[in-house]
């Protein structure tokens, strides 16, 4: 495990800790494996911020916005468990 990846599982865990164990991994994995699809997604949060949004609800939008690609995402992920 690279020092990118402990980081990644870090920031999770910490972030999600009220998330079941297997959903957390699911993140962290889908996370390591698509880091610039999860950089964009956090740049659109960001850009919505600047706009004079809060937090929540700037995520809640864009995973909204991005529903699509996290639904392929995640089951591409399942069928290989």
């Known amino acids: 495990m690279g020092v990118k990846d402990f980081l990644i599982k870090k920031l999770v865990r910490a972030k999600m800790k009220n998330l079941p164990q297997n959903?957390?991994?699911m993140l962290i994995?889908?996370?390591s494996e698509n880091p610039e699809f999860f950089k964009?997604?956090?740049s659109q949060?960001?850009?919505k911020k600047?706009?004079?949004?809060?937090e929540q609800l700037a995520m809640m939008q864009v995973m909204r916005e991005n529903q699509a690609e996290i639904q392929k995402l995640m089951l591409a992920w399942q069928s290989k468990q």
């Open 23 to 25: 959903q957390q991994d």
């Open 29 to 31: 994995a889908l996370v």
């Open 40 to 42: 964009k997604i956090q």
């Open 45 to 47: 949060i960001e850009a």
């Open 50 to 54: 600047k706009q004079g949004q809060n």
